[in-house]
Protein backbone atom coordinates (compact mmCIF):
# COMPACT_ATOMS: atom_id res chain seq x y z
CA UNK A 1 0.00 0.00 0.00
CA UNK A 2 2.64 2.39 1.14
CA UNK A 3 4.40 1.69 -2.82
CA UNK A 4 1.49 2.66 -4.48
CA UNK A 5 0.85 5.71 -2.23
CA UNK A 6 4.05 6.41 -3.40
CA UNK A 7 3.54 5.79 -7.09
CA UNK A 8 0.06 8.02 -6.73
CA UNK A 9 2.27 10.88 -5.28
CA UNK A 10 4.26 10.43 -8.04
CA UNK A 11 1.71 10.27 -10.32
CA UNK A 12 -0.03 13.83 -9.09
CA UNK A 13 3.58 15.45 -8.83
CA UNK A 14 3.63 15.92 -12.76
CA UNK A 15 -0.15 16.69 -13.39
CA UNK A 16 0.77 20.15 -13.42
CA UNK A 17 2.56 19.59 -16.80
CA UNK A 18 0.88 20.88 -20.16
CA UNK A 19 0.18 19.20 -23.14
CA UNK A 20 0.97 15.56 -21.38
CA UNK A 21 2.53 13.56 -23.93
CA UNK A 22 1.78 9.20 -23.90
CA UNK A 23 4.67 7.95 -22.34
CA UNK A 24 5.70 4.31 -23.51
CA UNK A 25 8.12 2.08 -21.87
CA UNK A 26 10.08 -0.63 -24.00
CA UNK A 27 11.33 -3.43 -21.62
CA UNK A 28 14.44 -4.61 -23.20
CA UNK A 29 16.76 -3.27 -25.56
CA UNK A 30 17.69 -5.91 -28.60
CA UNK A 31 15.95 -5.50 -32.00
CA UNK A 32 12.78 -6.60 -31.08
CA UNK A 33 12.87 -3.84 -28.31
CA UNK A 34 14.50 -1.39 -30.85
CA UNK A 35 12.87 -1.91 -34.04
CA UNK A 36 9.43 -1.38 -31.58
CA UNK A 37 10.35 2.18 -30.09
CA UNK A 38 11.37 3.80 -33.83
CA UNK A 39 8.07 2.49 -35.03
CA UNK A 40 6.19 4.16 -32.33
CA UNK A 41 8.45 7.34 -32.92
CA UNK A 42 7.53 7.24 -36.42
CA UNK A 43 4.22 6.78 -35.98
CA UNK A 44 2.93 9.30 -33.09
CA UNK A 45 4.89 12.28 -32.89
CA UNK A 46 3.96 13.18 -29.29
CA UNK A 47 4.51 9.71 -27.70
CA UNK A 48 8.07 9.72 -25.55
CA UNK A 49 9.48 6.37 -25.38
CA UNK A 50 11.77 4.62 -22.98
CA UNK A 51 13.46 1.46 -23.52
CA UNK A 52 14.91 0.01 -19.58
CA UNK A 53 17.41 -3.10 -20.08
CA UNK A 54 18.73 -5.40 -17.65
CA UNK A 55 22.37 -4.85 -18.70
CA UNK A 56 24.49 -1.54 -19.07
CA UNK A 57 24.93 -2.07 -22.26
CA UNK A 58 22.70 -1.66 -25.23
CA UNK A 59 21.71 -3.62 -28.46
CA UNK A 60 20.63 -7.18 -26.87
CA UNK A 61 21.79 -10.43 -29.25
CA UNK A 62 23.31 -8.54 -31.40
CA UNK A 63 25.92 -7.32 -28.96
CA UNK A 64 25.53 -10.72 -27.22
CA UNK A 65 24.59 -13.11 -29.57
CA UNK A 66 25.86 -12.40 -32.61
CA UNK A 67 29.24 -14.06 -33.80
CA UNK A 68 32.35 -12.07 -33.29
CA UNK A 69 32.92 -12.73 -36.99
CA UNK A 70 30.18 -11.28 -38.25
CA UNK A 71 30.99 -7.55 -38.10
CA UNK A 72 28.42 -6.84 -40.82
CA UNK A 73 25.51 -8.16 -38.91
CA UNK A 74 25.93 -5.58 -36.18
CA UNK A 75 26.42 -2.58 -38.43
CA UNK A 76 22.31 -2.08 -37.02
CA UNK A 77 23.69 -0.82 -34.02
CA UNK A 78 23.85 2.07 -36.13
CA UNK A 79 20.38 2.63 -36.70
CA UNK A 80 19.47 1.81 -32.85
CA UNK A 81 21.83 4.41 -31.51
CA UNK A 82 20.04 6.84 -33.65
CA UNK A 83 16.78 5.69 -32.02
CA UNK A 84 18.13 6.04 -28.52
CA UNK A 85 19.40 9.64 -29.55
CA UNK A 86 16.18 10.60 -30.41
CA UNK A 87 14.98 13.51 -28.13
CA UNK A 88 11.93 11.53 -27.26
CA UNK A 89 13.56 8.50 -26.45
CA UNK A 90 16.15 7.32 -23.43
CA UNK A 91 17.94 4.47 -22.69
CA UNK A 92 17.82 3.23 -19.03
CA UNK A 93 20.16 0.43 -18.87
CA UNK A 94 20.97 -1.76 -15.20
CA UNK A 95 17.63 -1.73 -14.24
CA UNK A 96 15.86 -4.98 -13.92
CA UNK A 97 12.19 -5.60 -14.21
CA UNK A 98 11.48 -7.61 -11.19
CA UNK A 99 13.99 -6.87 -8.99
CA UNK A 100 14.93 -2.52 -9.85
CA UNK A 101 11.37 -1.83 -10.35
CA UNK A 102 8.35 -4.67 -10.54
CA UNK A 103 5.76 -4.56 -13.79
CA UNK A 104 2.80 -3.11 -11.98
CA UNK A 105 5.10 -0.02 -10.96
CA UNK A 106 5.99 0.44 -14.42
CA UNK A 107 2.16 0.16 -16.02
CA UNK A 108 1.25 3.07 -12.80
CA UNK A 109 4.30 5.13 -14.37
CA UNK A 110 3.64 4.41 -18.20
CA UNK A 111 0.54 4.41 -20.66
CA UNK A 112 1.64 1.56 -22.21
CA UNK A 113 4.77 -1.13 -21.62
CA UNK A 114 5.85 -3.39 -24.59
CA UNK A 115 8.07 -6.74 -23.27
CA UNK A 116 10.53 -7.13 -25.20
CA UNK A 117 13.37 -8.61 -22.87
CA UNK A 118 14.02 -11.73 -25.40
CA UNK A 119 14.80 -15.76 -24.34
CA UNK A 120 17.86 -15.59 -21.66
CA UNK A 121 17.18 -19.18 -20.31
CA UNK A 122 17.39 -22.73 -22.22
CA UNK A 123 15.46 -25.79 -22.86
CA UNK A 124 16.74 -29.10 -21.08
CA UNK A 125 16.70 -32.43 -22.38
CA UNK A 126 15.59 -34.31 -19.28
CA UNK A 127 17.67 -37.29 -19.66
CA UNK A 128 20.01 -38.85 -16.80
CA UNK A 129 23.81 -37.14 -16.79
CA UNK A 130 21.99 -33.92 -17.95
CA UNK A 131 23.45 -32.11 -14.28
CA UNK A 132 27.19 -33.23 -14.94
CA UNK A 133 29.96 -30.46 -15.42
CA UNK A 134 31.42 -29.95 -18.96
CA UNK A 135 28.00 -29.38 -20.39
CA UNK A 136 26.81 -26.04 -21.03
CA UNK A 137 23.90 -24.64 -22.62
CA UNK A 138 24.77 -22.95 -26.23
CA UNK A 139 23.78 -19.52 -25.09
CA UNK A 140 26.16 -19.10 -22.00
CA UNK A 141 28.83 -20.16 -24.53
CA UNK A 142 28.08 -17.63 -26.95
CA UNK A 143 27.10 -15.57 -24.02
CA UNK A 144 31.28 -16.33 -22.48
CA UNK A 145 33.41 -15.38 -25.76
CA UNK A 146 31.18 -12.63 -26.99
CA UNK A 147 31.89 -10.98 -23.26
CA UNK A 148 28.40 -10.94 -21.92
CA UNK A 149 29.05 -10.17 -17.78
CA UNK A 150 27.04 -13.00 -16.63
CA UNK A 151 29.26 -15.47 -18.47
CA UNK A 152 32.42 -14.22 -17.87
CA UNK A 153 33.54 -16.89 -15.08
CA UNK A 154 32.02 -19.72 -17.33
CA UNK A 155 35.32 -21.57 -18.19
CA UNK A 156 34.23 -23.98 -20.49
CA UNK A 157 36.73 -27.13 -20.18
CA UNK A 158 38.64 -26.80 -23.81
CA UNK A 159 41.49 -28.66 -22.21
CA UNK A 160 40.78 -32.52 -20.71
CA UNK A 161 39.53 -33.92 -24.12
CA UNK A 162 40.16 -33.47 -27.96
CA UNK A 163 36.19 -33.55 -28.27
CA UNK A 164 33.54 -31.46 -27.79
CA UNK A 165 29.55 -32.57 -28.73
CA UNK A 166 27.15 -30.21 -30.01
CA UNK A 167 23.48 -31.83 -30.00
CA UNK A 168 22.06 -29.84 -32.22
CA UNK A 169 22.33 -28.56 -36.07
CA UNK A 170 20.97 -24.89 -35.97
CA UNK A 171 22.58 -21.67 -36.98
CA UNK A 172 23.66 -20.94 -33.30
CA UNK A 173 25.13 -24.67 -32.97
CA UNK A 174 27.09 -23.79 -36.35
CA UNK A 175 28.35 -20.36 -34.98
CA UNK A 176 29.82 -22.65 -32.05
CA UNK A 177 30.96 -25.43 -33.90
CA UNK A 178 32.68 -22.25 -36.14
CA UNK A 179 34.47 -20.63 -32.91
CA UNK A 180 35.66 -24.17 -31.72
CA UNK A 181 37.30 -24.68 -34.83
CA UNK A 182 38.51 -21.77 -36.32
CA UNK A 183 42.48 -20.41 -36.05
CA UNK A 184 42.39 -18.26 -33.67
CA UNK A 185 44.67 -15.97 -35.05
CA UNK A 186 41.46 -15.19 -37.68
CA UNK A 187 39.49 -14.94 -34.19
CA UNK A 188 42.34 -12.31 -32.61
CA UNK A 189 40.85 -9.73 -35.46
CA UNK A 190 37.39 -9.70 -34.21
CA UNK A 191 36.03 -8.40 -31.15
CA UNK A 192 35.99 -11.76 -29.59
CA UNK A 193 35.98 -11.24 -25.68
CA UNK A 194 39.51 -11.19 -24.58
CA UNK A 195 39.14 -14.14 -21.74
CA UNK A 196 37.60 -16.08 -25.01
CA UNK A 197 40.62 -15.73 -26.71
CA UNK A 198 43.09 -16.97 -24.60
CA UNK A 199 40.98 -19.99 -23.39
CA UNK A 200 40.66 -20.97 -27.20
CA UNK A 201 44.32 -20.52 -27.66
CA UNK A 202 45.44 -23.33 -25.24
CA UNK A 203 42.27 -25.28 -26.77
CA UNK A 204 42.73 -28.80 -27.07
CA UNK A 205 39.90 -29.74 -28.82
CA UNK A 206 40.11 -30.80 -32.68
CA UNK A 207 36.93 -32.78 -33.25
CA UNK A 208 33.16 -31.30 -33.14
CA UNK A 209 30.41 -33.52 -33.25
CA UNK A 210 27.15 -31.92 -34.52
CA UNK A 211 24.54 -33.96 -33.91
CA UNK A 212 20.99 -33.75 -35.41
CA UNK A 213 17.90 -35.94 -34.74
CA UNK A 214 17.07 -35.83 -38.11
CA UNK A 215 18.48 -35.66 -41.96
CA UNK A 216 20.92 -33.50 -43.58
CA UNK A 217 17.57 -32.60 -45.17
CA UNK A 218 16.13 -31.52 -42.05
CA UNK A 219 18.74 -29.53 -40.86
CA UNK A 220 18.06 -26.72 -39.14
CA UNK A 221 20.66 -24.08 -40.69
CA UNK A 222 20.86 -21.56 -43.30
CA UNK A 223 22.81 -22.59 -46.31
CA UNK A 224 24.83 -18.88 -45.40
CA UNK A 225 26.08 -20.29 -41.98
CA UNK A 226 26.86 -24.09 -43.10
CA UNK A 227 28.83 -22.93 -45.91
CA UNK A 228 31.05 -20.59 -43.38
CA UNK A 229 31.60 -23.85 -41.26
CA UNK A 230 32.47 -25.98 -44.05
CA UNK A 231 34.84 -23.50 -45.52
CA UNK A 232 37.10 -23.26 -42.41
CA UNK A 233 40.56 -23.20 -43.61
CA UNK A 234 42.60 -27.16 -43.04
CA UNK A 235 38.96 -28.92 -41.85
CA UNK A 236 38.37 -32.26 -42.65
CA UNK A 237 34.49 -32.75 -42.77
CA UNK A 238 33.03 -36.21 -41.75
CA UNK A 239 29.79 -37.31 -43.19
CA UNK A 240 28.15 -40.73 -43.15
CA UNK A 241 27.11 -41.36 -46.67
CA UNK A 242 24.32 -43.87 -45.15
CA UNK A 243 23.02 -40.56 -43.94
CA UNK A 244 22.97 -38.90 -47.03
CA UNK A 245 20.69 -41.28 -48.81
CA UNK A 246 17.24 -39.44 -49.28
CA UNK A 247 13.57 -40.80 -49.12
CA UNK A 248 10.08 -39.61 -51.25
CA UNK A 249 9.03 -37.98 -48.43
CA UNK A 250 13.04 -35.67 -48.14
CA UNK A 251 12.58 -35.36 -52.21
CA UNK A 252 9.39 -33.94 -51.77
CA UNK A 253 10.43 -31.27 -48.63
CA UNK A 254 13.73 -30.72 -51.01
CA UNK A 255 11.10 -29.29 -54.35
CA UNK A 256 9.31 -27.44 -52.41
CA UNK A 257 11.48 -25.59 -50.17
CA UNK A 258 14.79 -24.43 -52.06
CA UNK A 259 16.72 -24.01 -48.58
CA UNK A 260 16.46 -27.36 -47.54
CA UNK A 261 17.71 -28.38 -50.60
CA UNK A 262 20.71 -25.82 -51.18
CA UNK A 263 22.08 -27.59 -47.60
CA UNK A 264 21.28 -30.75 -48.57
CA UNK A 265 23.89 -30.24 -51.61
CA UNK A 266 26.18 -28.69 -49.46
CA UNK A 267 26.63 -31.53 -47.29
CA UNK A 268 26.53 -33.74 -50.01
CA UNK A 269 29.23 -31.95 -51.40
CA UNK A 270 31.16 -31.87 -48.60
CA UNK A 271 31.33 -35.73 -47.70
CA UNK A 272 32.73 -36.08 -51.38
CA UNK A 273 35.37 -33.92 -51.36
CA UNK A 274 36.86 -34.24 -47.55
CA UNK A 275 39.96 -36.73 -46.55
CA UNK A 276 38.61 -40.13 -45.20
CA UNK A 277 40.75 -40.60 -43.08
CA UNK A 278 41.50 -37.17 -41.51
CA UNK A 279 45.37 -35.77 -41.81
CA UNK A 280 47.76 -36.15 -39.11
CA UNK A 281 46.68 -33.16 -36.38
CA UNK A 282 43.82 -31.98 -39.23
CA UNK A 283 40.72 -30.46 -37.46
CA UNK A 284 37.55 -32.36 -37.84
CA UNK A 285 34.47 -31.86 -38.29
CA UNK A 286 31.60 -34.48 -37.81
CA UNK A 287 28.16 -34.27 -39.08
CA UNK A 288 26.01 -37.07 -37.53
CA UNK A 289 22.61 -37.72 -38.58
CA UNK A 290 19.62 -39.46 -37.33
CA UNK A 291 20.92 -39.90 -33.66
CA UNK A 292 19.52 -38.22 -30.67
CA UNK A 293 20.97 -37.67 -27.39
CA UNK A 294 19.78 -41.06 -24.63
CA UNK A 295 22.22 -39.93 -21.78
CA UNK A 296 25.21 -38.28 -20.63
CA UNK A 297 28.41 -40.81 -19.64
CA UNK A 298 30.32 -39.71 -16.42
CA UNK A 299 33.91 -40.04 -16.03
CA UNK A 300 35.37 -42.49 -14.24
CA UNK A 301 38.45 -40.49 -13.43
CA UNK A 302 37.13 -37.16 -12.62
CA UNK A 303 33.64 -37.79 -10.92
CA UNK A 304 30.38 -34.93 -11.69
CA UNK A 305 32.03 -34.59 -15.42
CA UNK A 306 30.74 -35.78 -18.38
CA UNK A 307 32.99 -38.02 -20.51
CA UNK A 308 30.38 -38.85 -23.44
CA UNK A 309 27.32 -38.78 -25.05
CA UNK A 310 25.05 -41.91 -25.61
CA UNK A 311 23.29 -41.40 -28.99
CA UNK A 312 19.97 -43.40 -29.71
CA UNK A 313 19.83 -44.09 -33.51
CA UNK A 314 16.51 -42.74 -35.11
CA UNK A 315 14.36 -43.29 -38.41
CA UNK A 316 11.92 -40.47 -39.51
CA UNK A 317 8.10 -41.10 -39.55
CA UNK A 318 5.26 -39.04 -41.46
CA UNK A 319 4.68 -37.60 -44.53
CA UNK A 320 3.32 -34.12 -43.43
CA UNK A 321 5.92 -31.34 -45.66
CA UNK A 322 8.41 -30.70 -43.16
CA UNK A 323 6.91 -32.48 -40.07
CA UNK A 324 9.02 -35.89 -40.31
CA UNK A 325 9.91 -36.49 -36.94
CA UNK A 326 12.79 -38.56 -35.50
CA UNK A 327 11.42 -41.48 -33.33
CA UNK A 328 14.06 -43.83 -31.65
CA UNK A 329 14.83 -47.63 -32.69
CA UNK A 330 16.58 -49.23 -30.01
CA UNK A 331 20.36 -48.79 -31.27
CA UNK A 332 23.11 -47.02 -29.45
CA UNK A 333 26.32 -45.70 -29.99
CA UNK A 334 28.68 -43.71 -27.67
CA UNK A 335 30.69 -40.87 -28.35
CA UNK A 336 33.89 -39.83 -26.07
CA UNK A 337 34.30 -36.32 -25.07
CA UNK A 338 34.55 -33.73 -22.67
CA UNK A 339 32.56 -31.04 -23.24
CA UNK A 340 28.60 -30.74 -24.62
CA UNK A 341 27.39 -27.73 -25.64
CA UNK A 342 23.14 -28.31 -25.84
CA UNK A 343 21.95 -26.03 -28.49
CA UNK A 344 18.73 -27.29 -28.69
CA UNK A 345 16.86 -23.70 -28.24
CA UNK A 346 15.71 -20.74 -25.96
CA UNK A 347 13.57 -20.10 -23.31
CA UNK A 348 12.05 -17.06 -22.26
CA UNK A 349 11.35 -16.13 -18.50
CA UNK A 350 8.57 -15.33 -16.81
CA UNK A 351 8.43 -12.49 -14.76
CA UNK A 352 5.92 -11.31 -11.88
CA UNK A 353 2.67 -10.07 -12.84
CA UNK A 354 2.82 -11.43 -16.59
CA UNK A 355 0.44 -14.17 -18.16
CA UNK A 356 2.84 -16.36 -19.25
CA UNK A 357 2.38 -20.01 -21.09
CA UNK A 358 5.09 -22.12 -19.69
CA UNK A 359 4.46 -24.76 -22.26
CA UNK A 360 5.39 -22.75 -25.45
CA UNK A 361 7.79 -20.46 -23.63
CA UNK A 362 5.56 -17.07 -24.39
CA UNK A 363 3.22 -15.01 -23.53
CA UNK A 364 0.25 -15.21 -24.15
CA UNK A 365 -0.83 -12.37 -26.88
CA UNK A 366 -3.08 -11.73 -30.24
CA UNK A 367 -1.05 -9.35 -32.26
CA UNK A 368 1.20 -8.43 -29.52
CA UNK A 369 -1.79 -7.58 -27.47
CA UNK A 370 -1.28 -9.60 -24.12
CA UNK A 371 -4.43 -12.02 -23.35
CA UNK A 372 -5.71 -11.37 -19.61
CA UNK A 373 -7.07 -15.22 -20.08
CA UNK A 374 -6.14 -17.19 -22.93
CA UNK A 375 -8.58 -19.44 -21.91
CA UNK A 376 -11.28 -17.38 -23.02
CA UNK A 377 -13.68 -17.86 -26.24
CA UNK A 378 -13.35 -14.11 -26.34
CA UNK A 379 -10.35 -11.62 -25.83
CA UNK A 380 -9.96 -10.31 -22.90
CA UNK A 381 -6.50 -7.62 -23.03
CA UNK A 382 -4.41 -6.68 -20.54
CA UNK A 383 -4.88 -2.73 -20.71
CA UNK A 384 -1.74 -0.63 -21.99
CA UNK A 385 0.53 -4.18 -21.79
CA UNK A 386 2.00 -5.12 -25.22
CA UNK A 387 4.70 -8.13 -26.23
CA UNK A 388 7.21 -8.05 -29.13
CA UNK A 389 10.10 -10.41 -30.22
CA UNK A 390 10.94 -13.92 -28.91
CA UNK A 391 8.42 -13.16 -25.94
CA UNK A 392 6.07 -13.16 -28.35
CA UNK A 393 6.55 -15.32 -31.35
CA UNK A 394 8.97 -17.83 -29.65
CA UNK A 395 13.10 -17.90 -30.39
CA UNK A 396 12.81 -17.89 -33.97
CA UNK A 397 14.00 -16.01 -37.03
CA UNK A 398 17.02 -13.78 -37.80
CA UNK A 399 17.30 -10.04 -36.50
CA UNK A 400 15.36 -8.73 -39.54
CA UNK A 401 12.48 -10.92 -38.31
CA UNK A 402 11.89 -8.73 -35.29
CA UNK A 403 11.29 -5.81 -38.00
CA UNK A 404 8.04 -7.68 -39.00
CA UNK A 405 7.18 -8.61 -35.59
CA UNK A 406 7.54 -4.82 -34.03
CA UNK A 407 5.55 -3.47 -37.09
CA UNK A 408 2.82 -5.78 -35.91
CA UNK A 409 2.94 -4.94 -32.22
CA UNK A 410 2.94 -0.86 -32.88
CA UNK A 411 0.15 -1.57 -35.29
CA UNK A 412 -2.07 -2.67 -32.41
CA UNK A 413 -0.37 0.50 -29.99
CA UNK A 414 -1.96 2.82 -32.70
CA UNK A 415 -5.67 1.36 -33.23
CA UNK A 416 -5.86 1.67 -29.08
CA UNK A 417 -4.60 5.11 -29.11
CA UNK A 418 -6.63 6.26 -32.33
CA UNK A 419 -9.88 4.08 -30.30
CA UNK A 420 -8.85 5.67 -26.86
CA UNK A 421 -7.80 2.58 -25.05
CA UNK A 422 -4.74 4.53 -24.77
CA UNK A 423 -5.00 8.08 -23.65
CA UNK A 424 -2.74 10.44 -21.99
CA UNK A 425 -6.22 11.90 -19.95
CA UNK A 426 -4.88 10.38 -17.22
CA UNK A 427 -1.31 11.60 -16.71
CA UNK A 428 1.60 9.46 -16.03
CA UNK A 429 5.00 10.08 -14.15
CA UNK A 430 7.15 7.83 -17.09
CA UNK A 431 10.19 8.33 -17.45
CA UNK A 432 11.05 11.20 -14.61
CA UNK A 433 8.85 9.13 -12.33
CA UNK A 434 11.29 6.00 -13.19
CA UNK A 435 13.91 7.91 -12.56
CA UNK A 436 13.02 9.10 -9.30
CA UNK A 437 11.54 5.78 -7.79
CA UNK A 438 15.46 3.97 -8.82
CA UNK A 439 17.01 6.56 -7.39
CA UNK A 440 15.15 6.10 -4.29
CA UNK A 441 16.30 2.61 -3.76
CA UNK A 442 19.81 3.28 -4.89
CA UNK A 443 19.74 1.91 -8.30
CA UNK A 444 22.78 3.38 -10.46
CA UNK A 445 21.20 4.19 -14.18
CA UNK A 446 23.20 3.98 -16.92
CA UNK A 447 22.09 5.82 -19.75
CA UNK A 448 22.86 6.27 -23.09
CA UNK A 449 25.65 8.90 -22.50
CA UNK A 450 27.25 6.28 -19.93
CA UNK A 451 26.75 3.73 -22.46
CA UNK A 452 28.92 6.40 -24.91
CA UNK A 453 32.37 6.04 -22.44
CA UNK A 454 31.83 2.32 -22.53
CA UNK A 455 31.59 2.36 -26.00
CA UNK A 456 34.89 4.74 -26.42
CA UNK A 457 36.58 2.95 -24.21
CA UNK A 458 36.60 -0.73 -25.92
CA UNK A 459 37.15 1.03 -29.20
CA UNK A 460 40.22 2.43 -27.60
CA UNK A 461 41.39 -0.75 -25.91
CA UNK A 462 40.52 -2.29 -29.19
CA UNK A 463 42.52 0.01 -31.61
CA UNK A 464 45.58 -1.06 -28.87
CA UNK A 465 45.38 -4.68 -30.63
CA UNK A 466 43.76 -3.90 -33.97
CA UNK A 467 40.68 -5.32 -33.59
CA UNK A 468 37.19 -3.29 -33.54
CA UNK A 469 36.44 -2.98 -29.98
CA UNK A 470 38.11 -5.05 -26.60
CA UNK A 471 34.83 -5.89 -24.53
CA UNK A 472 34.72 -4.91 -21.05
CA UNK A 473 33.28 -8.54 -19.98
CA UNK A 474 32.65 -7.75 -15.99
CA UNK A 475 29.59 -5.87 -14.16
CA UNK A 476 32.28 -4.09 -12.28
CA UNK A 477 34.49 -3.05 -15.45
CA UNK A 478 31.11 -1.68 -17.40
CA UNK A 479 29.75 0.34 -14.30
CA UNK A 480 32.73 1.77 -13.39
CA UNK A 481 33.36 2.86 -16.83
CA UNK A 482 29.94 3.79 -17.24
CA UNK A 483 30.33 6.49 -14.11
CA UNK A 484 33.42 8.06 -15.12
Not at 127 to 132: N, Q, T, W
Amino acid sequence: MALFGKLRWISRRFTTLAATPLRICVVGSGPAGFYTAEKILKAHKGVEVDIVDRLPTPFGLVRSGVAPDHPETKIVINQFSRVAQNDRCSFLGNVSVGSSVSLPELHEMYNAVVLAYGAESDRTLGIPGEELGGIYAAREFVWWYNGHPDCRNLAPDLTSSDTAVILGQGNVALDVARILLRPTMELAKTDIASHALAALEESSIRKVYLVGRRGPVQAACTAKELREVLGIKDISIQVKQADLVTTPADEVEMKNNRIRRRVYELISKAASSGHSPPLPGQRELHLVFFRKPDRFLESEDRSGHVAGVRLEETTLQGYDLGKQIAVGNGVFEDISCGMVLKSIGYKSVAIDGLPFDHDKGIVPNVGGRVLADSFKDVPQYETGLYVCGWLKRGPTGIIGTNLYCAEETVASISEDIERGVLTSNSTKPGREGLLQLLDSRNIRVVQFDDWKRIDTEEKRGGNLKNKPREKLATWEELLQVARK
